[in-house]
């Protein structure tokens, strides 16, 4: 593996070289059997029926108003389909799944407590990891390190490239370590939350739950085919795709030097008491200039990138700006 690093600078933190996180508590899922991808079709709002070995896309898992049970990642393997998704949500998708289960040749096998996750993003991270062609995104490959089977998976959850690697939980350590050795730095949990605030990706659980129709967390373009034909949830979907807007959808907001909003807080219009919406994540580490990056959940006129919104506070300078969709 490469060793050097190369130093750069994103609008929050510096990052030298490729970074390497643990992200060991997330969801894996792993679908079995001959049915499993004409399954797992009628079930998420992307396309799965036509993922060859190798391939992977994101999705959301809705039920039949439309809202959103769970957002995956969907990777195909030789042998079964992959799911990868926020931890804690393993017994919650098996029992939606399973209910569905009749006659299909399908087993669903949770892999969370057996298997273990790193994540790497950064300069030269698909080098370090002898990715010399890349991955496109959602492109996975399976490999033998020192006798544990990877799964390598291209996630750019950060907004730049970045690759999981699902492994048996007790090479995690060691992997990480080497990883390491070479020349990857060690980030942590504040790290990785501020990061993924930055890039505008949306945790289920925290940034959108149940409450939450699939157009509402602003990955349509990811996460919703159109053309795919009949799923659960999708005449509702579709509905709302043909109105042409939601009432309200997910947006990045950043707020002045020395503004740190709680999560859950309403927000307001920047000259009226008018409600604009509400702030889901805070990013736990300012940027550069002391900046905070919030995501929340903002009315659709509130939504264009440079609208002003403030915290509702008496504090005029509570105030924060609408940045672009990513």
């Known amino acids: 593996m490469p060793t050097s690093v190369t130093s750069s600078s994103s609008d929050s933190i510096t990052v030298i070289g490729p970074t390497v996180f643990d992200l060991s508590g997330r969801t894996q899922i792993e679908l079995q059997g001959v049915d499993r991808s004409k399954f797992l079709h009628g079930f998420c709002t992307n396309e799965i029926k036509s993922l060859q070995p190798g391939q992977g896309c994101e999705a959301f898992l809705t039920n039949i108003k439309g809202r959103v049970l769970g957002h995956v990642f969907v990777f195909a393997d030789t042998e079964s389909l992959w799911l990868d998704t926020v931890p804690g949500q393993e017994t919650a998708l098996i029992a939606h799944l399973d209910r569905y289960v009749i006659r299909e040749d399908v087993q669903l096998v949770g892999r969370s407590s057996s298997h273990g996750e790193l994540f790497i993003t950064g300069t030269h991270a698909a080098a370090l990891l002898m990715l010399d062609d890349g991955l496109p995104p959602y492109g996975s490959t399976s490999r033998t390190d020192l006798e544990h089977p990877l799964q390598i998976r291209r996630v750019d959850l950060l907004g730049m490239p970045g690759f999981q690697i699902s492994l048996p939980r007790d090479a995690v350590d060691s992997t990480r370590s080497r990883l390491v050795a070479v020349g990857c ?125 403030r915290i509702a506070t008496n504090e005029q300078r509570a105030m924060g700006t609408v940045l672009e969709v990513v």
Do not use: W
């Open 185 to 309: 730095r060690a980030g942590t949990d504040d790290e990785f939350e501020t990061r993924r605030i930055e890039a505008g990706f949306p945790y289920f659980g925290v940034d959108f739950t149940e409450d939450q129709i699939a157009q509402e967390v602003a990955r349509t373009s990811r996460c919703i085919s159109f053309t795919k034909g009949c799923y659960l949830g999708q005449e509702p979907i579709a509905r709302l795709d043909a109105m042409g807007h939601t009432n309200r959808e997910l947006r990045r907001i950043r707020f002045q030097p020395g503004v740190v909003p709680q999560r859950g807080a309403k927000l307001l219009a920047a000259e009226s008491d008018d409600e604009a919406g509400e702030i889901t994540s805070v990013a736990p580490l300012p940027n550069a200039r002391g900046e905070t990056t919030c995501l929340g959940y903002l009315k659709t006129k509130f939504g264009r990138p440079d609208t002003a919104v």
